[in-house]
């Protein structure tokens, strides 16, 4: 079975008194364990596309399933419970909490979750360990670098073990090299631990990592290899 099936999905967008098609008529499967970018100029429907997965938004047509679960038939606390559970963000601007540390940013969906301090420390040091963050635990995120920060989004996004992690153009804040030593651990994530990713990107490096590379043009898919 998928883990994320869309099927003959639309997003259509009022503007004024006209519409916006943003996905046209689009169907897609995605297993559990894949690696998968979505690519396509900008415009093209990428973060409307994973706003839908992520259950941040409800198509305007067709049906958007996430693992076993027609997300447009779910109450609104339902999905925000679906949302928690399985998914994992990870946003172009990493979205920490300036206030909070590190660790905190990280074990922030463990305290939405209940999970108790001790068990959210002990994920933390694990996961930072993981993602070579060892130290940076008590910093503001304002005091660590790009990469860094990014770093400790992905540990928020894995923390809770989600079914998936999307992510909107992870790398495109980010310099050469620390987008290349992020997707290097972002395939590890992948294959050692079985993680599965689906980001969007028009960089062609980030496209040239992913093994299935899933290209939209107005809405539409256009490839998918
Ligand atoms: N809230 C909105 N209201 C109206 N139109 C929108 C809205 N959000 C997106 N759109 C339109 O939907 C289309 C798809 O937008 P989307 O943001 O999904 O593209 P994208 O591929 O992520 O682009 P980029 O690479 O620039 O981030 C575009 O034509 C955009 O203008
Ligand atoms: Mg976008």
Not at 150 to 178: F, N
Not at 193 to 220: E, K, N, W, Y
């Amino acid at each position: 079975m998928s883990l994320i099936e869309l099927k003959s999905v639309s997003k259509i967008y009022p503007l004024g008194n006209q519409q916006v098609v943003a996905v046209a008529n689009l169907s897609l499967k995605i297993k559990a364990g894949e690696f998968t970018v979505l690519a396509g100029p900008s415009g093209s429907g990428k973060t409307t596309l994973l706003n839908l997965i992520g259950c941040l938004d409800q198509p305007s047509e067709g049906e958007v399933w996430l693992d076993g679960h027609n997300v447009g038939k779910e109450e609104a606390k339902q999905l925000a419970k679906l949302r928690l559970n399985k998914i994992g963000f990870i946003f172009q601007s990493y979205n920490l909490i300036p206030v909070l540390t590190a660790a905190e940013n990280a074990e922030f969906t463990l305290m939405l979750l209940g999970i108790d301090k001790v068990k959210r420390r002990q994920r933390i040091v694990e996961l930072f360990a993981e993602l070579g963050l060892q130290g940076l635990e008590d910093r503001n995120p304002s005091d660590l670098s790009g990469g860094q920060q990014q770093r400790v989004a992905i540990a928020r996004a894995m923390a809770a073990q989600p079914a998936v992690i999307l992510a909107d153009e992870p790398t495109a804040s980010l310099d050469l090299q620390t987008s290349e030593d992020l997707l290097a651990l972002m395939q590890r994530l992948n294959e050692t631990q079985g993680v599965t990713f689906v980001f969007s990107s028009h960089d062609p490096l980030v496209i040239s990592h992913a093994r299935r590379v899933v290209s939209l043009r107005d809405g539409c898919l256009e490839s998918d290899r």
